[in-house]
T-cell receptor, first 112, second 110 residues
Framework: DTEVTQTPKHLVMGMTNKKSLKCEQH?????MYWYKQKAKKPPELMFV???????INESVPSRFSPECPNSSLLNLHLHALQPEDSALYLC???????????FGPGTRLLVL | DAKTTQPPSMDCAEGRAANLPCNHS???????VYWYRQIHSQGPQYIIH???NNETNEMASLIITEDRKSSTLILPHATLRDTAVYYC???????????FGKGTRLHILP
């Protein structure tokens, strides 16, 4: 099973809402990632977790709050987002020591 | 910086070999060349990677020039399902960061 799942597939939220994106993998990978992708642009790295600890934060605004409750799950908590935060949010995972990152299908977020 | 240069788009006839070029003239000795692709509305998919030798797997072949300043991804018999954006990436082996460039939008024509 080389699958990374993400829920929900689509999300519409207001600027005052609080919502969460969820990512799950059962491949035993100990590195997990969040990327943001705007329309017609390449994915941009946001956060990296290694062994459930945050290892890279690419200067992401605090209205995005990642959480890694266990080795299979990665959440992205959203609060007070702006319309320009509308994008496809991609999750990925990788086995430490291996090269390949496996990406999920993404959550398409629209902030109104 | 993405550190790679790719043509923004290419066309290829179905059944023919698709050859996607990538320039990475500032590549360091410990950096690998990786290729990913992203089919519309899906997450990126790993294709292949290499350091200096040519590589082949079930999806594609990777040809790296002797000076390592450029490479070519070859899809030997392109199908309509190969229509996607192809990203050429250079990074240190096992480095957590993948920096995607703009990629090449490949259209496979029936």
């Amino acid at each position: 099973d080389t699958e990374v799942t993400q829920t929900p597939k689509h999300l519409v939220m207001g600027m005052t809402n609080k919502k969460s994106l969820k990512c799950e993998q059962h491949m035993g990978h100990r590195a997990m990632y969040w990327y943001k992708q705007k329309a017609k642009k390449p994915p941009e790295l946001m956060f990296v977790y290694s062994y459930e600890k945050l290892s890279i934060n690419e200067s992401v605004p605090s209205r995005f709050s990642p959480e890694c409750p266990n080795s299979s799950l990665l959440n992205l908590h959203l609060h007070a987002l702006q319309p320009e935060d509308s994008a496809l949010y991609l999750c990925a995972s990788r086995e430490i020591g291996q090269e390949t990152q496996y990406f999920g299908p993404g959550t398409r977020l629209l902030v109104l | 910086d993405a550190k790679t240069t790719q043509p923004p788009s290419m066309d290829c006839a179905e059944g023919r070999a698709a050859n996607l070029p990538c320039n990475h003239s500032t590549i360091s000795g410990n950096e690998y060349v990786y290729w990913y692709r992203q089919i519309h509305s899906q997450g990126p998919q790993y294709i292949i990677h290499g350091l200096k030798n040519n590589e082949t797997n079930e999806m594609a072949s990777l040809i790296i020039t002797e000076d390592r300043k450029s490479s070519t991804l070859i899809l030997p018999h392109a199908t309509l399902r190969d229509t996607a954006v192809y990203y050429c990436i250079v990074r240190r082996n096992r480095d957590d960061k993948i920096i995607f460039g703009k990629g090449t939008r490949l259209h496979i024509l029936p």
